[in-house]
């Protein structure tokens, strides 16, 4: 994980500049590069050699506040093969499933490599992380942009296969298994065999219908321990002076997440206990 993320700007940096009105270039510095906006035009060796939260005059005299871009910005910037997981989804997965510094992580759907991006941060280069696509031309685009975020091939850390999980998984005592796509219950059965006691499946979805399934199969595997399903939304607010109010516009629902924790083997969870109808008394 070569990718600078502190210090003065160099040629190769990928930086965000920032107008005024907030619209955000992206632009990957060359010693003889120009920027051109029909507000003027930025060389490039205005920028190198500059600390990040420098400010830059285009040849229009309008100015841009130049930083590298952070990995929300990038993942919802990049090309796309196929949606990509809100970076409110994919920190709530870090977070949730506790993918720590070190893991070993199967990512099955990649998408377009915004998950997986997120994953390899929370490894580190210690841990490794595994994705597994369906279809080779989202893998090629998951490549590019993976590549592209980190500098270059992470091929000490990050293994992609295009193929089946179900058909082509050959680990085994992972700690975390991750699934986005439209049936992750077929791929419960596997997880369970890849997953290290203690370990977590964690599963992204769109509709009630397949968080409903989901859960249900998790559930009567008898495998793991009880699931939990639940979703992030997401609200800006604006703050100017005694002016505080919530935005106008949110990040509502993009998706479900299911988790469960992989049980020893051998050892079934306890039987879950209902409160009876027509009773608010627990038993």
């Known amino acids: 994980m070569g990718f ?8 190769g ?16 510095l060359k010693e003889d590069g120009v920027f051109h906006t029909h507000k003027g035009a930025i060389p490039h060796a205005d920028l190198i050699g500059q600390p990040e939260g420098s400010v830059v005059r285009s040849s229009g005299g309008t ?10 910005d990038y993942t919802l ?15 709530m997965i870090v977070g949730m499933a506790d993918v720590f510094p070190g893991a070993r992580v199967i990512e099955a759907g990649v998408g377009s490599g ?33 590549e592209k975020f980190y500098g270059g091939p992470m091929d000490d850390t990050w293994r992609l296969v295009v193929g089946d999980l179900v058909a082509s998984i050959d680990e085994l005592d992972v700690d975390r298994v991750i699934l986005d796509m439209l049936a ?12 290290t006691p203690g370990g977590v499946i964690c599963c992204y979805v769109a ?5 409903s399934k989901t859960v249900e199969v998790i559930r009567d595997h008898g495998s793991f321990t009880e699931p939990q399903a639940w979703e992030t939304l997401l609200r800006d607010w604006h703050v100017e002076g005694l002016a505080v109010r919530p935005d106008h516009r949110m990040i509502g629902h993009t998706g479900f997440l299911v988790s469960a924790r992989r049980m020893a083997d051998g050892v079934a969870p306890p039987p879950r206990r209902r409160r009876p109808k027509g009773t608010t008394e627990e038993l």
């Open 4 to 11: 600078r993320r502190h210090g003065p700007f160099q040629a």
């Open 13 to 28: 940096d990928q930086v965000q500049l920032t107008d005024p009105k907030n619209k955000r270039h992206t632009i990957t």
């Open 63 to 72: 100015q841009y506040l130049a930083f590298r871009h952070l990995l929300q």
């Open 77 to 91: 910037a990049m090309p796309r093969g196929a949606a990509v997981i809100y970076p409110k989804d994919a920190s």
């Open 114 to 146: 915004a998950l997986t991006c997120f994953l390899l941060r929370a490894v580190g280069p210690e841990g490794h992380v595994t994705s597994y696509e369906r279809r080779q031309e989202f893998a090629d685009v998951a490549r590019k942009n993976v």
């Open 184 to 195: 992750p219950w077929e791929c419960v059965d596997a997880a369970a065999k890849a997953l």
């Open 207 to 211: 509709t009630t219908t397949q968080m």
